[in-house]
């Protein structure tokens, strides 16, 4: 079985990966789906909308911007697993926001279209062998692994979870 120390990315995806539980990265994945639906389930509506001050992301921003950056690794972590050899751009999370439209969204269509996701992550990551995890690959100049990938799935989350009761519900 793999663990952390086998993950390989560079120093703007260790904070991530840090903040990922230490079990196996499957584990790690659904340890952290299981946090983010009892976040989903415990927040009050009218936090949805909200944001701590001028300039920051409401909560339903985050979990579009949880969304969206996840669907990012997993293509490049299914990239990689390939062994496709192009070379993937960076995204812009900030422009990502502004043109994510969550104002005209519902929250419930936010949640189900989170827990989709989540479910297809942890089936692929389930489907991968040793070979397949520790394929590595470059996207927006950086190499990263598809282990690393996955830590940087659970991790990413786990740092919104984090900022969110810290900065929102308190």
């Known amino acids: 079985m793999l663990s952390k120390k086998e993950a390989i990315a560079s120093e703007n995806f260790q904070r991530y990966i840090q903040k990922a539980d230490d079990s196996d990265v499957l584990k790690s994945i659904r340890h952290n789906s299981k946090a983010i639906r009892k976040l989903l389930k415990s927040l009050p509506r009218k936090k949805r909308k909200f944001a701590y001050d001028n300039g920051k992301w409401t909560i339903a921003e ?6 969206d950056a996840e669907r990012v690794f997993v293509y490049r972590a299914l990239t990689f697993a390939r062994k496709d050899s192009s070379l993937l751009p960076s ?3 900030n422009s990502w926001a502004v043109h994510a439209n969550f104002l005209e969204r519902k929250w419930k269509d936010q949640v189900e279209e989170f827990e989709a996701l989540r479910a297809s992550t942890e089936s ?3 489907s991968l062998g040793e070979g397949e995890l520790l394929a590595t690959g470059t996207a927006g ?3 990263i692994n598809v282990l690393a990938l996955g830590y940087v799935v ?3 989350a786990t740092h919104h979870i984090d900022i969110i009761n810290e900065r929102y519900l308190n």
């Open 154 to 156: 659970a991790g990413h």
């Open 141 to 143: 100049g950086i190499q």
């Open 124 to 126: 692929f990551f389930a």
């Open 91 to 93: 995204f812009d999370e």
């Open 62 to 67: 985050i979990l579009q911007h949880i969304i």
